[in-house]
């Protein structure tokens, strides 16, 4: 009888899934309530978390409660820990989320919001919630080893490096754009620059106190942090209308570029305790926050979406980034849907401390589809500002034009209309001098913010306050991830190079920690600095090189989940990561290849660059580059670009050759040849955790 | 009767809650429970000598962003 009535409710909220896709996908021309694509969105992905998701748990990968887990297996109170599956599951899920969900759906939405909404839906169910869940069975399995140790363990000592290099340059990669979009929102932003500035001071005072004063005492200090970047946020208000301080706090893009280069190295060779560490709490605690009030505030306020369901752009022309639907559009929502960077963390710190294998599905699979969630609540932000005032924020100056009245004009020849005035008092709510031309997501998503938190908190200026909490808010953490990433980026080149040199593998000595940090610094600063000086270069040139790198990363993990069920001879059901791949594989080497081959030089970098190095040797200037050292380096960062997309594929056709030998060896042998680790039981008081 | 001990039980309820919450919030900082900590050493290994709450915090707090472990997602 009970499970007559689970069976019946579970019907009907699949029903209701249902119900609210079919209104999205069939209503148009009418605007629509963000609430049907969140609820469509949370209904399935119940559904399929209670049936896929223990599908591929209990057929696919067999977990076994009574198996013992790293944490119980090699305890050390430290890393190893058996830990409550609800803890890990915040822990978990702090570690996946951050700037990729929320700016890849921003990007997206100049198709309209549906097919960006539906590829996060039906990618995370299919994809990133069973590539992130498989991968964290796979390595719990394994000892809690990495996804470089996997690889190299299952398939060979060859593809385990080409992965690694592979991993390093997307890290490269990562690094960049993240900084880029910092740059974009920063640039020209008096009130932003002051209140990013004032996190140093705010987060070295922490340090002291965590470190020095009251050792450890995380919870107090980032209260009082907490209330000092608020006040930081109101004071900047104030610094950006003072007549000497806020010319003083205004850069532009390629000043700001210089001092983030100058301030990544800094901060990478800082004492942890003292920037790192403390600004790290401080922008977990509020991403966690904010993603909370985002889901609250929108629950409240219903906003409708005023972006239509599908653009005309949905042809490949749009101004924000160029490309079709197939495959741009899964390239540019990344992290949302699937995101390889997440292989990382399920075979990083998450193995080590599940306590029974059967938290798996929730931690892995179930931490997938929040951050799917978080993805569709950057599509919502995006979706609920007026469509002129999203494409007047988000199309380069070189096609919409610099001042008000121009991309007025032109947006509103797309069908947006939009008159000047609504440009400037947008800009004017929000504190800014300006907001055109803005790409990179953060800004975007900052406005569609600032509406949702208004809308609860009204009041006199306070829209501009939430603005720049929001901007802060992602500068933090993505500052946190430059920080962080640049560190890890020195170990991986320290170790990398130290196969050639090996003095450089001394990770404490000072002078291969400043070699290998300035190298790390110099390569993500390169290609922060061309895409910022590159007129038509920016997020829309790194953005998707990024997505190519991120959904390969991707690729590869599931080629390894297929090569580890081959193994294990579950052949039936390795369709179960099969299917991914190949879409993963079609989708990252179309992608690659138009933007190696494509003859339009504003999608094809090769068409590009050598348009660029025509021009040159005719003697034509291009504009609006001014001079020929400009456009020699347009030309050069193409090539360079290129180069990258070329390495990228040639990562994952190496993987995928060694992979399909790896699976015909696999297939040719009656027994399981997979490398998990010895069965232990649990002890029966240690099943229960 | 009844209402007293079910007042007593959500006293009892909200404060596991809350164990769970500053242990989630420390573990996102990279900071496993102490206490667990202690219990393990004084159970597995007693010849060890137990770190206090500061010198434990410390030696979390470099060791996470020790090679490695520092990626941070997109």
């Excluded at chain 1, 004017?428 to 938190?453: C, F, M, W, Y």
């Excluded at chain 1, 060694?658 to 699976?663: M, N, T």
């Excluded at chain 2, 164990?19 to 989630?24: A, F, I, L, W």
Aim: proline share 5%; with cysteine.
């Amino acid at each position: 009888m009970k499970g007559g009535i689970a069976k019946l409710a579970w019907a009907a909220l699949a029903l209701l899934g249902a119900v609210c896709f079919a209104v999205l996908a069939l209503r148009r021309g009418e605007s629509i309530n963000a609430l049907w694509i969140v609820t469509a969105a949370v209904a399935i992905y119940l559904v399929a978390f209670r049936f896929y998701g223990r599908f591929i748990a209990s057929r696919v990968l067999e977990v076994d409660a009574t198996r013992a887990t790293p944490a119980f297996a090699h305890n050390d109170g430290l890393d190893f820990v058996p830990t409550n599956r609800h803890v890990l599951f915040g822990h978990h899920f702090a570690a996946i989320a951050g700037a990729g969900p929320l700016v890849g759906p921003v990007l997206a939405a100049q198709m309209g919001y549906l097919p960006g909404t539906l590829w996060l839906i039906v990618g995370v169910v299919l994809a990133g919630a069973v590539q992130d869940f498989m991968v964290l069975v796979i390595s719990s399995r394994r000892d809690g080893r990495s996804l470089g140790d996997l690889v190299r363990e299952e398939m060979g000592q060859a593809p385990g490096t080409i992965a690694l290099i592979g991993a390093f340059l997307i890290m490269i990669i990562i690094l960049a754009v993240l900084a880029m979009i910092v740059v974009k929102a920063l640039a020209e932003s008096p009130w932003g620059m002051f209140t990013v500035i004032a996190t140093i001071p705010i987060a070295i005072f922490m340090g002291i106190y965590m470190r020095l004063i009251r050792p450890g005492r995380i919870a107090e200090i980032s209260i009082v942090g907490f209330i000092l970047l608020l006040t930081a946020i109101w004071f900047g208000g104030e610094v950006a209308v003072h007549p000497t301080w806020g010319p003083a706090f205004t850069f532009s893009a390629t000043e700001i570029t210089w001092m983030l280069v100058g301030y990544g190295f800094i901060a990478a060779v800082l004492p942890v305790w003292l920037l790192l560490a403390p600004r790290d709490y401080l922008s977990t605690f509020l991403k966690i926050g904010t993603i909370f009030a985002l889901a609250i505030g929108i629950l409240i306020v219903m906003p409708e979406l005023r972006m239509p369901a599908l653009t005309q752009f949905t042809d490949g022309s749009g101004p924000v980034w160029k490309g079709g639907m197939f495959p741009f559009l899964f390239i540019t929502i990344a992290c949302g849907a699937v995101s390889g960077f997440h292989a990382l963390i399920s075979s990083g710190t998450t193995p080590k401390l599940l306590a029974n294998e059967t938290h798996a599905p929730y931690i892995g699979y179930g931490g997938m589809l929040m951050e799917s969630f978080v993805a569709i609540m950057a599509m919502v932000a995006a979706s609920i500002i007026d469509p002129g005032v999203y494409f007047a924020m988000n199309s380069p100056a070189a096609i919409v034009g610099t001042d008000a009245a121009s991309v007025a004009a032109t947006v509103s020849s797309w069908g947006f209309v939009v008159t000047p005035d609504i440009l400037t008092a947008t800009a004017a709510d929000i504190g800014e001098n300006s907001i055109l031309s803005r790409a990179g997501g953060a800004p975007t998503l900052a406005v569609g913010i600032a509406q949702i938190l208004h809308s609860i908190l009204p009041g006199e200026g306070t829209m501009a306050f939430w603005y720049h909490f929001a901007i802060l808010f992602e500068a933090l953490f993505i500052l946190t991830a430059v920080d962080a990433g640049t560190r890890a980026g020195r170990f991986m080149l320290q170790d990398l190079l130290g196969n050639f040199v090996p003095a450089l593998k001394r990770t404490e000595a000072w002078g291969p920690n400043l070699i290998a940090t300035a190298g790390c610094v110099g390569l993500w600063g390169w290609f922060l600095y061309q895409g910022v000086t590159d007129p038509l270069g920016g997020i829309n040139m790194l953005w998707p090189l990024f997505g190519i790198a991120n959904q390969m990363l991707a690729g590869i993990a599931l080629m390894l989940c297929t090569v580890v069920l081959f193994k294990m001879k579950r052949d039936r059901y390795a369709w179960v990561s099969i299917v991914p791949t190949v879409w993963l594989l079609i989708c990252t080497t179309a992608a690659g290849w138009i933007k190696l081959f494509d003859p339009n030089p504003s999608v094809g970098f090769l068409a590009q660059a050598n348009r660029y190095r025509n021009a040159i040797s005719a003697e034509e200037l291009i504009p609006p580059s001014m001079d020929f050292g400009a456009m020699q380096q347009v030309m050069i960062s193409n090539y360079v670009n290129a180069g990258l997309t070329a390495v990228f594929m040639f990562v994952v056709f190496a993987v995928l050759f060694y992979s399909i030998k790896a699976i015909r060896k696999a297939r040719s042998v009656g027994d399981r040849t997979d490398r998990e680790t010895a069965y232990v039981a649990l002890q029966p008081h240690e099943v229960n955790v | 009767m009844d209402t007293m001990l079910n007042a007593s039980g959500l006293v009892a309820n909200g404060r596991r809650v809350w164990r769970r919450v500053v242990e989630s919030a420390r573990l996102c900082c990279g900071v496993p429970d102490y206490d667990n900590y202690v219990r393990h050493l004084k159970e597995e290994h007693p010849e060890r000598p137990v770190p206090d709450y500061a010198t434990f915090f410390r030696e979390r707090q470099d060791a996470r962003y020790r090679g490695g472990s520092g990626t941070r997602c997109c």
